[in-house]
């Protein structure tokens, strides 16, 4: 009985580790934001380790372009990334696939409080993340429901905080965490990304297919990790919240008001991301492509 019983133990673990102890090393890349709290929460507890994942590195972004820009490079292999990005990438050659949802939403516009409506935009100055971000989107998409044109002032989202502090701007396109940021100093958010793209798909985990290829175990844990990862943050906000903020270097308070504008989970919802391929390829970015393609079927 005490044979069957170690036997049964040591095929757990060996189940639990995926047997990457020895294999490919695991290069992790998040955006510097609280869309990739699964993953900063997992290197807090060390559950990478307890999930039998070996990484290697594990990187800040300042943002999901620039960390596009490293996959394409080949310096990492694993992102936490939004999924816009993850689409334009994957339509540009670089060879990944989603495993798996982070979370919804995520992406807001926010102004100064004199600002009551999108229509007083119309022709002004808003500031805006380049064309291959999902605030980019949201923007392009507000520009058509309600019929309005911005004069864009492409910039990174640190330097949107700056732009609105200054009254260069008086609205901004911008994600989450920094757009509560922005709450924090006074302004207001005038439109979620839900509001003109219901059940948006906000950022995902993205692994370069040669990995996939070696390691299909270990990315199946990371795949069961994340999942305990977001019961954890919808169940436990306030922890959540506390444990990402000293890896964003920003007020706890703040973080917890941002992770609310967010709906974490790790449900791939197919159509929705295929409501992002399409509107890409409408507005010029990407060829039309069948989301099955990008998604992996976890073989």
């Known amino acids: ?67 596009s820009a490293a996959l394409t490079r080949g310096d990492i292999n694993v992102g936490y990334v939004c999924v816009v990005p993850a689409i334009l990438a994957y339509a540009r050659g670089v060879p990944i696939k989603i495993v798996t949802l982070t979370h919804k939403y995520g992406y807001e516009l926010v102004t100064a409080k004199s600002i009551n409506s999108v229509k007083e935009l119309d022709g002004k100055l808003v500031a805006c993340p380049g064309e291959g971000s999902s605030a980019n989107l949201i923007m392009k998409i507000t520009e058509e429901k309600f019929n309005v044109k911005f004069n864009i002032l492409r910039t990174k989202p ?45 950022s995902c985990i993205v692994v370069k297919d040669d990995l996939l290829n070696k390691e299909p175990e270990a990315i199946k844990n990371l795949i069961r990790l994340t999942k305990k990862e977001t019961k954890f943050i ?62 992996w079927n976890g073989k």
């Open 1 to 67: 009985m005490k044979k069957i019983l170690i036997v049964s133990l040591l095929i757990a673990l060996l189940l639990l580790s995926g047997c990457n102890k020895q294999g490919t090393s695991l290069n992790f890349a998040v955006e510097m934001n609280d869309h990739a709290a699964a993953a900063y929460i997992a290197k807090y507890n060390g559950d990478f380790v307890k999930y039998g994942i070996k990484v290697s590195s594990f990187n800040q972004y300042a943002t999901g372009m620039a960390l």
């Open 234 to 295: 919808n169940e436990n906000r306030e922890d959540a919240a506390k444990i990402v903020a000293k890896y964003l270097n920003c007020s706890p308070d703040i973080i917890e008001y941002s992770m609310s504008n967010l709906k974490y989970t790790d449900k791939i919802e197919e159509e929705r991301i295929q409501y992002l391929i399409d509107k890409l390829a409408e507005l010029g970015y990407v060829r039309k492509f069948n989301a099955k393609d990008i998604l």
């Open 158 to 202: 640190l330097m949107e905080i700056s732009a609105m502090e200054k009254g260069s701007v008086k609205a901004a396109f911008i994600p989450e965490h920094y757009a509560s940021i922005l709450v924090s100093k006074g302004f207001k958010i005038l439109l979620k990304s839900q509001d003109v793209v219901p059940d948006m798909p906000g």
